[in-house]
């Protein structure tokens, strides 16, 4: 195993007792808005479609999900065929950080498309180790907004990444030059965060895929679907009341709550550290509606409120 890896999940025989099985009866019965104006479909770990007006937006999509000893021996190959499969289509690819369970797909969607690829200066550097030419490019620092056609619009909110892993972040820093393609785990630091606030069908949307942000960047908005990193319950105290407190979300979807070193069809176990239960309840105590998707699954939401 390669020392960064190994510094972040410490000794491996763990595994086995803390990567507990999906209770399917987690799952939200029901597919939603009977003709939604906003279809949202799960990709796993932090990864979303969103769809509406015609138009698909994906966020932090991550199909490959090599297994723990690959990821350990590097480099990380994106398994064209799997991402083709599962994501036939995409308009727009939003990217909020740049470790490799939120970057790594992206490019390889972006070829296959032609979607513009949208994230942090370290973000569009991965791209560009890729290969995806400049004209696929939206480079931005945050907090500028950025036309979605003429259907939608979207704006990265700066945010900071959890110290989710024995109190650290793991794999800090910038990405300043396009690193080796393909690369290895530990040359995709986490560098600039972005939150994603998206209004696409007539509803906002804000994706918060790790476990903490910066309240005053979120101050102001207001989202109707949140979808939430779950293992940031852990780690931020008081993490879904503030996250209430400053969006007033109608739903919340969780997110990033399944150990993503398993194949995207395979049964899903939970990441260490997640109380999926507790998630839920606590989201349901807000007052705010709680939906937990299987990889997949789909959920619609109607801007009428439906």
Not at 247 to 252: D, E, V
Not at 260 to 268: H, K, R, S
Request: proline share 9%.
């Amino acid at each position: 195993m390669s020392s960064p890896l190994k510094r972040l999940l410490g000794p491996t025989r763990w595994l086995d007792h803390a990567l507990q099985p999906m209770d399917p009866g987690l799952y939200t019965h029901g597919s939603g808005a009977a003709n939604p104006d906003l279809h949202l479909r799960y990709l796993g770990t932090a990864g979303f479609v969103l769809t509406g007006g015609g138009r698909s937006v994906v966020l932090d999509p991550f199909i490959t999900r090599p297994d723990l000893a690959t990821t350990a021996s590097g480099p990380l190959l994106p398994d064209e065929e799997a991402i083709r499969r599962v994501l036939p289509r995409a308009d727009d690819v939003l990217i909020g950080h740049s470790h490799h369970d939120h970057v790594l797909d992206g490019p390889s969607l972006c070829r296959q498309t032609g979607a513009r690829f949208i994230g942090s200066p370290d973000a569009c550097n991965v791209a560009r180790a890729a290969g995806l030419p400049e004209r696929q490019l939206v480079e931005t620092q945050g907090r500028q907004e950025i036309p979605l056609g003429e259907v939608g619009r979207c704006r990265g909110i700066p945010s900071r990444h959890g110290r989710v892993y024995f109190g650290r972040v793991s794999l800090p820093g910038s990405i300043p030059s396009p690193p080796a393609w393909p690369p290895r785990f530990s040359d995709l630091r986490h560098g600039l965060v972005l939150n994603w606030w998206v209004e696409l069908g007539g509803l906002r949307v804000v994706h918060i895929d790790s476990a903490d942000f910066i309240e005053e960047e979120l101050s102001g908005l207001q989202a109707d679907v949140l979808c939430l990193c779950a293992i940031g319950r852990a780690w931020r105290p008081g993490y879904v009341a503030a996250a209430v407190r400053l969006l007033k979300p109608r739903a919340i979807v969780a997110c990033h709550w399944d150990w993503f070193f398993t194949p995207y069809d395979a049964p899903p176990r939970l990441l260490p550290g997640v109380d999926l239960p507790g998630f839920v309840a606590e989201i349901e105590a807000q007052g705010v509606q709680a939906v937990v998707l299987p990889l997949d699954g789909g959920y619609g939401f109607s801007a009428a409120g439906g």
